[in-house]
């Protein structure tokens, strides 16, 4: 019956399976044939790493701190998916510093970038805890598939099958771009660790420096506390059909570790092998 009630629809593109109801081949050219003005600043990053709490940070460093944008539009519709088809138009027509949002992998955008300076900010989370909280959004998103058991999901994870491929070529690809992208690397641990630091360091890099009273209020908007009763960025918006908030919550526990609640002794073994073959080679570190 579970099954029945999904609305998934999977799409193949490019060697990576996509939620089809958001992503066309349409959409995907889109994308790769964007040109991006020098004052885009575009979101990146692997699902469930901190995506929805960036365009918030964001969405109030460019108001100055007035909390009107954040509270009364919805977080899709400030910093719209450059690849989802609904949300051409929007990404197309921004003002300003337009934000925009995406979850490809650099060799779809590596062409469109790099005819740009728009400021990139790359957001990576400890993998254990991606895939975690991957588990427990595709168990309450409709659009994706059934994710069985967390071994079942875990697996698929690490294989790169899961909905929106693979986290280590996602993760991989994204690195060591600084050359060919004006690029800005955060994890978000060190935003959970140091959210204030983390607001100063954007603003930094966006070349746009604020008051401290207004990085202070920024802070106090951004923490889970408060985001997760913000109904323009915790989904409660979205129709239980699309996601269902009888089975869990988009803004669900905002930690770092939970992955140990999650693991068992053998599955961390199994994930520590596979991440040390696949991130060889690479200096990334995490705080796990
Ligand atoms: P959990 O499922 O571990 O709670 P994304 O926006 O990329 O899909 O990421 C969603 C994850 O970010 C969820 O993780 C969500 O709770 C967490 N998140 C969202 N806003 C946050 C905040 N202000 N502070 C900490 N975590 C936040």
């Known amino acids: 019956q579970e099954s029945m009630d999904r609305m998934e629809v999977v799409e193949t593109l490019c060697g990576i399976n996509l939620p089809g109801h958001l992503h066309t081949k349409e959409s995907l050219q889109f994308a790769q044939d964007f040109e991006f003005r020098d ?13 929805t709490w960036m365009q918030e940070i964001l ?17 899709w ?6 690849e989802q088809h609904y949300f051409k138009d929007l990404v197309r027509n921004g003002s300003g510093p337009r934000l925009i949002t995406t979850h490809l992998q ?10 740009s300076k728009a400021k990139v900010i790359y957001i990576t989370r400890n993998p254990k805890d991606v895939a975690v909280s991957f588990y427990h959004f595709h168990k309450m998103a409709n659009f994706l598939p059934d994710p069985g058991s967390f ?16 986290w280590f070529d996602h993760v991989k690809g994204w690195h060591n771009q600084k050359n060919a992208v004006n690029i800005f690397y955060i994890t978000y641990e060190e935003m959970k660790m140091d959210l204030r630091g983390s607001i100063e ?5 966006l070349h746009f420096p604020l008051l401290p009273a207004v990085v202070d209020s920024i802070h106090k908007h951004c923490t889970f506390t408060n985001m997760k009763d913000n109904k323009m960025a915790n989904y409660t918006l979205i129709p239980n059909e699309i996601m269902d908030h009888q089975k869990g ?3 669900r526990k905002g930690e770092v570790g ?4 999650h693991f068992t002794v053998e599955q961390s073994i199994i994930f520590d092998n596979i991440y040390e073959d696949e991130m060889r080679g690479t200096s990334l570190q995490f705080t796990w």
């Open 249 to 251: 919550k988009f803004m």
């Open 106 to 115: 650099y060799r779809f955008l590596a062409k469109a970038l790099g005819r």
């Open 39 to 51: 004052n885009d600043v575009v979101i990146v990053t692997y699902p469930k790493s901190g995506t």
């Open 77 to 82: 519709a400030r910093a719209p998916w450059l």
């Open 258 to 261: 939970d992955w140990k609640r």
């Open 201 to 205: 360091r954007l603003c930094n890099f």
């Open 151 to 166: 071994n079942d999901l875990l697996k698929k994870f690490l294989d790169g099958t899961v909905s929106f491929g693979s």
């Open 59 to 75: 969405t109030l460093i460019y108001s100055k701190g007035d909390s009107m944008p954040a509270e009364n539009i919805p977080n």
